[in-house]
T-cell receptor, first 115, second 111 residues
Framework: GAVVSQHPSWVICKSGTSVKIECRSLDFQATTMFWYRQFPKQSLMLMATSNEGSKATYEQGVEKDKFLINHASLTLSTLTVTSAHPEDSSFYIC???????????FGPGTRLTVL | GQQVMQIPQYQHVQEGEDFTTYCNSSTTLSNIQWYKQRPGGHPVFLIQLVKSGEVKKQKRLTFQFGEAKKNSSLHITATQTTDVGTYFCAGPGSGNTPLVFGKGTRLSVIA
């Protein structure tokens, strides 16, 4: 099946620094990718929709200036957490739709810890 | 907006016992999907149900979609330790939202 990769798998950073997370579709093209955040023992919460060649669409309550999304190509979307704070510590997961279905292929996730 | 409710939140079973998680939607769903997330891992697609009253099986897992297409269930027969994880149901979202996830059911299997 289709594979989605994420890098890095985990990152620890100091408060105030910025962290970039990459999401790649390895064997298929994705004009749209999705970024989720998952806090411990909670469900996945959609943060934004990444659109190749256009601006990302953010969910209500998600600060677009803090979570910068760039969909540079048909196989790569990046999420940059700017000026990270401890409350941004979470599990960030990207996904890409499988063909013309509603099914999503999820990346392995990036665990961010902000000290 | 659309909501997908899932119960129970947690379930602890002895190995060999059966397990069921239930999912209910406030609206009729065109389809429902089930995902499994192992501890520390990411959600992995299990199955999609589309038809009213549909029943699908994957080895010890049985998935059902209600006649009204508002509820679904996942039943695991004779659980094994490899079944440990959180099971999420998800319905299609509206607008740009791809999926609306239930809160998940966390399954623990005691050997």
């Amino acid at each position: 099946g289709a594979v989605v990769s994420q890098h890095p798998s985990w990152v620890i950073c100091k408060s105030g620094t910025s962290v970039k997370i990459e999401c790649r579709s390895l064997d298929f093209q994705a004009t749209t990718m999705f970024w989720y955040r998952q806090f411990p023992k909670q469900s996945l919460m959609l943060m934004a929709t990444s659109n190749e060649g256009s601006k990302a669409t953010y969910e209500q309550g998600v600060e677009k200036d803090k979570f910068l999304i760039n969909h540079a190509s048909l196989t790569l979307s990046t999420l940059t957490v700017t000026s990270a704070h401890p409350e941004d510590s979470s599990f960030y997961i990207c996904s890409a739709p499988a063909g013309n279905t509603d099914t999503q292929y999820f990346g392995p996730g990036t665990r961010l810890t902000v000290l | 907006g659309q909501q997908v409710m899932q119960i129970p939140q947690y379930q602890h079973v002895q190995e060999g016992e059966d397990f069921t998680t239930y999912c209910n939607s406030s609206t009729t769903l065109s389809n429902i999907q089930w995902y499994k997330q192992r501890p520390g891992g990411h959600p992995v697609f299990l199955i999609q149900l589309v038809k009213s009253g549909e029943v699908k099986k994957q080895k010890r897992l049985t998935f059902q979609f209600g006649e009204a297409k508002k509820n679904s269930s996942l039943h695991i027969t004779a659980t094994q330790t490899t079944d440990v994880g959180t099971y999420f149901c998800a319905g299609p979202g509206s607008g740009n939202t791809p999926l609306v996830f239930g809160k998940g059911t966390r399954l623990s299997v005691i050997a």
